[in-house]
Nanobody
Framework: QVQLVESGGGLVQPGGSLRLSCAAS????????MGWYRQAPGKQRELVAS???????NYADSVKGRFTITRDNARNTLYLQMNNLRPEDTAVYYC???????WGQGTQVTVSS
């Protein structure tokens, strides 16, 4: 059974940083591409960063240069380091494997002064 548990969200001031984690289980994490998505109130869920099993990464233009996606295959954990946060980054953040149609519960990120 695929399980994805996100953590690390919170309230941060503009310009601040957060590191999100996603603990994955129930599938072969090592070989599967993973992504971080976010959904802001009233908006569609969007892919902000992705990483292949081999470690190649891709980012949405809105977060390029500020967010970094990494993975620890030994711990079956996905990370998203978010720096220089902006109010428009406020959203619920989710991780997902591209192979299976399962979502975690998400973690709320709020950027506000």
């Amino acid at each position: 059974q695929v399980q994805l548990v996100e953590s690390g969200g919170g309230l941060v001031q503009p310009g601040g940083s957060l590191r999100l984690s996603c603990a994955a289980s129930g599938f072969s994490f090592l070989i599967n591409g993973m992504g971080w998505y976010r959904q802001a109130p009233g908006k569609q869920r969007e892919l902000v960063a992705s990483i292949t099993g081999g470690g190649s990464t891709n980012y949405a233009d809105s977060v390029k240069g500020r967010f970094t996606i990494t993975r620890d295959n030994a711990r079956n954990t996905l990370y998203l380091q978010m720096n220089n946060l902006r109010p428009e980054d406020t959203a619920v953040y989710y991780c997902k494997t591209f192979r299976y149609p399962y979502w975690g519960q998400g973690t709320q990120v709020t950027v506000s002064s």
